[in-house]
């Protein structure tokens, strides 16, 4: 009877272990991803400041937000606001290009200087990590759901928990967006 008192308990405290180190990381800034350069980047790394994460396409009609995007990394950008473009090509095939034509297209089109990400998914069965858990219900209640289009923007506090969710109409200077980001920043 001790014996299986004894092993009862080691299966239960192995369970609760596996469970544990199952559970969805805390922050979507928790996982790494690759830089349009090619290079591992560790999200963690912008952990403390606010971060804006975009899924973006260069073939859009929501393209011209990089414009925007780019002065509010000017803007802000010494006060801790972080900007993280993620090509993507799952809305009309809009982002069909190579790493280096992405980054090509936003530098000399946008004077693009906010991080580039390598084209991911953002819905989907291959949707990249950091977008899985965005979108989900479990880890992102309160703006949880795929993504529809384009050009959506997520804003992540110095906490790494995330604010505020954007859809593609809403410009990334329009009052709503500004407001939520001077918000973030003054924490």
Partial sequence: MKYNLVLIAALSAALSATSVSAKAPESPLSYEVTSLSGEKVDLSKYKGKVVMIVNVASRCGATPQYET????HEMYGDKGLVI?????NQFGKQEPGTAAQIQEFCTSNYGVTFDMFSKIDVNGDNASPVYKHLTSEETNKDHAGDIRWNFEKFLIGKDG????RFRTGVQPNSDQVIAAIERELKK
């Fill in 161 to 164: 928990q995330v604010k505020a």
């Fill in 84 to 88: 993280l473009g993620f090509p993507c």
């Fill in 69 to 72: 995007l780019q002065q509010l």
